[in-house]
């Protein structure tokens, strides 16, 4: 397995996935251990999504919950792609 540390845009990637999984989607606590962060980063992590639009928090029936928004998909998109450009140069 890789152990090289995760860069800013894998993390942010690694959150969107985990929302894209459970249909676009997640309880805070549900995201916490999906994205194997601490709790003080993934909150970081979540308000920069948040910032940038690309996550929304909504209040469902008393319970918090995270929507991923348009924007979070095309994040995920060219992310995606532009990992596979520069995996076919072996970088």
Known sequence: MNEKRRGKLEIIADI???MQKKEGKI???HLLY???????????YVNLLLEKG??????IKGKRMYFMKEQGHKFLLEFERIKEFSDSFGL
């Open 16 to 18: 969107l996935r985990s």
């Open 27 to 29: 309880k805070p606590t």
């Open 54 to 59: 690309m996550i929304e928090e909504k209040e």
């Open 34 to 44: 999906k994205s194997n962060l601490s709790h003080a980063k993934l909150k970081e």
